[in-house]
Nanobody, 121 residues
Framework: QVQVVESGGGLVQPGGSLKLSCVAS????????IHWYRQAPGKQREWLAR???????THADFLKGRFTISRDNARNTVYLQMNSLKPEDTAVYYC???????????????WGQGTQVTVSS
């Protein structure tokens, strides 16, 4: 069984920073891509960034360099460093990991439960 758990969310003032973590655990053989998404109230889930097993990162253009994804393969952990936060960044942030397990002998996507980020003064 595989679990993906996000953490690090909270309340932050505009202009502040937060670092989110996403940890995968369980019967994991290998992890390929890991993505970060977010969903604001009343809006569709939007893609933010992804990182490969080799550490190649891609970010959504609209972030304009404010967010950075990184990865620690030894800890099965991905991070999202968020700087210069704005009220419109308020959302639930999710990660999605593409994980290969011995039980299934294939890659499947696993989502976490999300972590709330609120940007407000």
């Amino acid at each position: 069984q595989v679990q993906v758990v996000e953490s690090g969310g909270g309340l932050v003032q505009p202009g502040g920073s937060l670092k989110l973590s996403c940890v995968a655990s369980g019967s994991i053989a290998t992890i390929n891509y890991i993505h970060w998404y977010r969903q604001a109230p009343g809006k569709q889930r939007e893609w933010l960034a992804r990182i490969t097993s080799g550490g190649i990162a891609t970010h959504a253009d609209f972030l304009k360099g404010r967010f950075t994804i990184s990865r620690d393969n030894a800890r099965n952990t991905v991070y999202l460093q968020m700087n210069s936060l704005k009220p419109e960044d308020t959302a639930v942030y999710y990660c999605k990991a593409q994980i290969f397990t011995v039980q299934t002998m294939r890659y499947d996507d696993y989502w976490g439960q999300g972590t709330q980020v609120t940007v407000s003064s």
